[in-house]
C-alpha cells in the first residue's frame, strides 16, 4: 500500500491537529468527519482528505513531499536570482539543520512559467527586448551545444527554453573576444 502524500504545510496542520485533539480528549476521527468542511483555522490544509486517508495520516502512514526536486527552477527572495535547481544544490539544503532549511525554503519559491522566466533573465541583461542574440550559446540537458545565428527564424532557443531544456547559457554580453591571436 503506498503511503499517501502530503505537503509541509498540510504536516504542520496534522501535528497541530493532533495537539487540539489531545487538549479537547475527544475522538479525533469523529471530530474530523463532523467538522472539517467548515474549517477556516490551521487545520484548512487538511480539508482535502477523505476520512480513510485521514485515518492513514493520524497512523503515520504519509510522506512529506519535497518542496522542490531536480530541474525546478526557483526565485530566491534574499539573492532576488533565479536558479535551476541541480541535485546537488537539493542536496545542500535538505543537510542544513531545521532552522536553516526553514529559513532556505521560506525564501525559496518555486518558479512554473519557464517562457517569463526567460524573458526575465533577459532583459537583466540590458537587453533591449527578451530575445536570444545572434551570439547566444547554450548547452541542452542532452549535452549538445548550440549558437544562435542571424537565421534562427524557428527560433529554437526560445523553443528549447521553453521546454526547460536548456543547461548551460553563455550570453553574447559575457563573452570575450581575443583580437589579434596567432596561433603560430
Known amino acids: ?55 492513514k495520516l493520524l497512523c503515520g502512514w504519509y510522506e512529506v513531499e519535497q518542496p522542490f526536486k ?12 533565479y536558479r535551476r535547481l ?12 531545521e532552522v536553516a532549511k526553514d529559513y532556505v525554503l521560506e525564501n525559496m519559491e518555486r518558479y512554473e512559467k519557464i517562457e517569463e522566466l526567460w524573458k526575465i533573465m533577459l532583459l537583466e541583461l540590458g537587453r533591449d527586448k527578451p530575445e536570444f542574440k ?13 549558437a544562435v ?4 527564424s524557428k527560433n529554437y532557443a526560445l523553443e528549447t527554453a521553453k521546454e ?7 550570453p553574447v554580453e559575457s563573452r570575450i573576444e581575443v583580437k589579434d591571436y596567432d596561433s603560430n
Not at 480528549?25 to 467538522?35: A, E, M, P, R, W
Open 134 to 146: 545572434e551570439g547566444d550559446r547554450y548547452i541542452t540537458v542532452e549535452d549538445y551545444s548550440r
Open 1 to 55: 500500500m503506498e503511503k499517501i502524500k502530503i505537503t509541509r504545510e498540510q504536516e504542520e496542520a496534522l501535528e497541530s491537529y493532533k495537539i487540539f485533539i489531545r487538549e479537547l480528549k475527544t475522538d479525533s476521527i469523529q471530530y474530523f468527519i463532523d467538522n472539517f468542511e467548515y474549517w477556516q483555522t490551521e487545520f484548512k490544509p487538511l480539508q482535502t482528505f477523505t476520512p480513510e486517508q485521514f485515518l
Open 164 to 170: 526547460n531544456r536548456i543547461k548551460y547559457f553563455y
Open 149 to 152: 545565428t542571424h537565421d534562427d
Open 86 to 97: 541541480t541535485s546537488k544544490s537539493i542536496k545542500e539544503v535538505m543537510n542544513h539543520d
Open 70 to 81: 531536480v530541474g525546478d527552477w526557483v526565485y530566491n527572495k534574499l539573492t532576488r536570482k
